[in-house]
């Protein structure tokens, strides 16, 4: 188990050897709900008919639909979040983890309420010198009939945990394709579409009910510990803000228009800020950046791929 002070040396095998437990969970409506208000559905407009869908069932619609970033939430089902903390040999201070990337690939659209079971492995492990990277991989599936739901890969930056090889090539391992993920550069023309959002001051307490409850994002103290003014807001939150823009601009409001997603996590964004979502429309794929306003910093870049482009673009 990773403690502050721990000085074993890591152990590569050890751990991309690791078996994790099966995790079994379920999720309703109100979960699905509660998700959608924590990133910030119905938030400028309480009847907004590209979005109360999200919150409610209305005009014979028997269920309320499920925005594809929900599936983000499924990894923090297993034993102590992303597990990190189970897996043997892995050495490292938990106060210096950073989420740094978040990638989603989704097989089926999520029902408004199912019983889910995890299978997760870790699907990459790198030194860095000065950091680790190590990635974990959650797959999901529908409990009572076995059809994969979605597939998360999450990739975390532990500081001060690399050096760990043992000869002058640093140790690198992934377990998927290198192509798999593709790193994507922000085009320097106009963007296609932008919109705008505002996060609310108590965003961040709303978002923690899907269940990431991080003190980072809640407790003042441990924020200032962490050398932020105030707690910050969730990475995986901004991510929700922005894919549900671009469902609501690109997508005609369609949320299983989406077939993959992928963040990378640049900064911080304070519950409160404003968020400007810019848009390149490539084919399938939609280039996005998410910058804060008040601050004109870029905070989140990625891409969603799409299963089709509205005709109406």
Same mark, same amino acid.
């Given at each position: 188990?990773?403690?502050?002070n721990?000085?074993?040396?890591?152990?590569p095998? %050890?751990i991309?050897?690791?078996?994790f437990?099966e995790?079994?969970?379920?999720?309703s409506?109100r979960d699905?709900?509660?998700?959608?208000?924590?990133?910030?559905?119905?938030?400028g407009?309480? &009847?907004?008919?590209?979005? @109360?869908?999200?919150?409610y069932?209305?005009?014979?619609?028997?269920?309320i639909q &499920?925005?594809?970033?929900?599936?983000?939430?499924f990894?923090?089902?297993?034993?102590?979040?992303?597990?990190?903390?189970? *897996?043997?040999?892995?050495d490292?201070?938990?106060?210096l983890?950073?989420?740094?990337?978040?990638?989603?690939?989704?097989y089926?659209?999520?029902?408004?309420?199912?019983t889910?079971?995890?299978? $997760?492995?870790?699907?990459?492990?790198?030194?860095?010198?000065k950091a680790?990277? *190590?990635?974990?991989e959650? $797959?999901s599936? *529908?409990?009572?009939t076995?059809?994969? @739901?979605? %597939?998360n890969?999450? $990739?975390?930056?532990?500081?001060?945990?690399?050096?760990?090889?043992?000869s002058?090539?640093?140790?690198s391992?992934?377990?998927?394709?290198?192509?798999q993920v593709?790193?994507v550069s922000?085009?320097?023309?106009?963007p296609?579409v932008?919109?705008e959002d505002r996060?609310?001051?108590?965003?961040? @307490?709303?978002?923690?009910?899907?269940?990431?409850?991080?003190?980072l994002?809640?407790?003042?103290?441990?924020?200032?510990?962490?050398?932020?003014?105030?707690?910050?807001?969730?990475?995986?939150?901004? @991510?929700?803000?922005?894919?549900?823009?671009?469902?609501t601009? *690109?997508?005609?409001?369609?949320?299983?228009?989406?077939?993959?997603i992928?963040?990378?996590f640049?900064l911080?964004?304070?519950?409160g800020?404003?968020l400007?979502t810019e848009?390149?429309?490539?084919g399938?794929?939609?280039?996005?950046?998410?910058?804060?306003?008040?601050?004109d910093?870029?905070?989140l870049?990625?891409?969603?791929?799409?299963?089709?482009?509205?005709?109406?673009?």
């Amino acid at each position: 188990m990773a403690t502050a002070n721990s000085s074993s040396p890591i152990d590569p095998t %050890l751990i991309i050897s690791h078996k994790f437990p099966e995790v079994s969970f379920s999720y309703s409506e109100r979960d699905v709900a509660i998700y959608a208000l924590g990133v910030g559905a119905c938030a400028g407009d309480a &009847v907004d008919e590209k979005e @109360l869908k999200y919150v409610y069932a209305r005009d014979g619609q028997q269920f309320i639909q &499920v925005l594809p970033t929900f599936g983000s939430l499924f990894p923090f089902k297993n034993t102590n979040g992303l597990a990190l903390s189970d *897996v043997p040999s892995l050495d490292f201070d938990p106060r210096l983890l950073l989420h740094a990337q978040q990638y989603i690939e989704i097989y089926k659209p999520f029902p408004s309420n199912c019983t889910v079971k995890n299978k $997760t492995t870790i699907a990459g492990l790198h030194d860095k010198g000065k950091a680790a990277i *190590v990635e974990v991989e959650t $797959t999901s599936y *529908v409990g009572e009939t076995g059809e994969v @739901l979605c %597939l998360n890969r999450s $990739t975390t930056y532990l500081r001060g945990a690399g050096g760990f090889s043992k000869s002058s090539k640093p140790y690198s391992y992934a377990s998927y394709p290198a192509d798999q993920v593709s790193f994507v550069s922000v085009p320097k023309q106009k963007p296609s579409v932008i919109h705008e959002d505002r996060t609310q001051q108590s965003q961040a @307490l709303l978002y923690r009910l899907s269940g990431d409850y991080n003190p980072l994002h809640s407790d003042p103290m441990i924020a200032s510990i962490a050398g932020f003014n105030h707690p910050i807001l969730h990475g995986l939150c901004t @991510l929700g803000f922005a894919v549900r823009a671009i469902i609501t601009s *690109v997508c005609e409001g369609h949320p299983n228009a989406v077939r993959s997603i992928f963040g990378r996590f640049l900064l911080h964004v304070f519950p409160g800020e404003s968020l400007i979502t810019e848009m390149w429309i490539q084919g399938q794929r939609v280039i996005y950046q998410t910058k804060v306003k008040e601050r004109d910093r870029a905070v989140l870049s990625g891409y969603v791929t799409l299963k089709h482009i509205p005709s109406s673009l």
